[in-house]
């Protein structure tokens, strides 16, 4: 009886053990992937670029210019062949997705003010911090008040209104739903000033330095900035997240019925409503986030397959509004097809 019981209590401690073991390792995972993409971002062009030794450059205007890996036996990188002083924004950053290799930047780490691009902040927080996507979130008044007279942009759904979470966060990213933000912020914190602190803690976790966030959805406010430097950090990390992806690149989302709209919404990324009148020699823009204030001018994160490579362009500064030519997707459209360009010359 003795025999058996060792045998029972060793059994427990292996389990134990095992138990242990993985939750250790799912917590280094979680760990590296927080931190990865900016050691890539800070480390791998040292070994591997010859324009930079890593991001952390000077922002010197004077000093932009373009730059890519150098050709190996494997691969010819393309080159782009428009200078950063024909671009219409004043801000830019554009990454090759493979292997986080800068292609061109201008003005990275300048402060910026980031419109709507703080949600994609904002879906990435809240995403991380629901442990169901289906659940049910209840939109209080609170989550409109002042939004229409700010003239923040809303996806749609009315005060009272019971839409699951994953709707919400595709209210975010497409129409750029103030509301659904402040919706989210609420059922995961509480107040938006709580849920907040939980972007900047992420800005600081993803190694984001030059970031402050005051808000979830945006609206200007003197001490709410980033560099896109910082925000194709951000969205590199974010896009590993299958979820996250999948709500980057679409054009439009059906939502169920709802206790408010019995025949449900269908909500229409602002990125593909532009992009109807454009395209892009040799790829296509596959997803993005829009952004716009008086003082942010005209933002945009997209994400484009050029060829067989897939990359990261954030753009912010264009001047502009709603109603003028949308210049930062006239750069956008621009640095991708002269990749392509590049490429057809090799």
């Known amino acids: 009886m003795v025999r058996k019981a060792k045998k029972k209590k060793s059994g427990i401690s292996r389990v134990v053990t095992l138990s242990l073991l993985v ?46 890996i150098p050709p190996s036996k494997e691969k010819t990188d393309p080159v782009v062949i428009i200078s950063p002083d024909k671009l219409k924004s004043s801000n830019a950053i554009l990454v090759r997705i493979e292997d986080y290799s800068i292609q061109l930047q201008k003005n990275s780490e300048e402060k910026i003010y980031p419109a709507s691009l703080t949600k994609m902040m904002t879906a990435l927080v809240a995403m991380e911090n629901l442990p169901d996507l289906r659940e049910k979130v209840r939109l209080n008044h609170s989550a409109f008040q002042g939004m229409y007279e700010a003239d923040a942009s809303m996806a749609g759904f009315q005060p009272g209104e019971q839409v699951r979470a994953i709707d919400l966060l595709y209210g975010v990213m497409l129409p750029s739903g103030a509301e659904c933000c402040i919706g989210l912020a609420e059922k995961i914190s509480g107040s938006e000033q709580d849920f ?22 945006g609206l200007h406010h003197k001490n709410h900035y980033t560099t896109v430097k910082d925000l194709a950090i951000l969205l590199s990390y974010a896009l590993q997240n299958d979820t996250y ?14 206790n408010k709209h019995p025949n449900g919404i269908t909500l229409y990324s602002t990125i593909f409503e532009e992009l109807s009148q454009q395209n ?11 952004g716009y204030t008086n003082e942010a001018g005209l933002c945009l994160a997209s994400l484009a397959k050029v060829g067989k490579e897939e990359y990261m362009l954030i753009t912010a500064g264009a001047k502009g509004d709603h109603y003028s030519e949308q ?13 392509y360009n590049s490429l057809g010359k090799e």
């Not at 972007?199 to 030059?210: E, H, P, T, V, Y």
């Open 196 to 217: 907040v602190a939980l972007m900047n803690q992420k800005a600081a976790d993803l190694g984001m330095r030059n970031t402050h966030f005051e808000n979830a959805t």
């Open 23 to 68: 939750i250790l390792i799912v917590f280094v995972y979680k760990a590296d992937l927080s931190s990865g993409i900016l050691t890539l971002f800070e480390e791998k062009y040292d070994a591997k670029t010859t324009s930079y030794s890593s991001l952390g450059l000077s922002t010197n205007a004077n000093e932009d210019r373009t730059g890519s």
């Open 280 to 290: 892009i020699r040799g790829g296509e823009i596959t997803g993005g986030k829009t």
């Open 245 to 258: 992806r999948e709500i980057f690149a679409s054009s439009r989302h059906s939502i169920p019925p709802t």
């Open 327 to 339: 210049y930062n997707f006239t750069d956008a459209v621009a640095l991708y097809s002269s990749l």
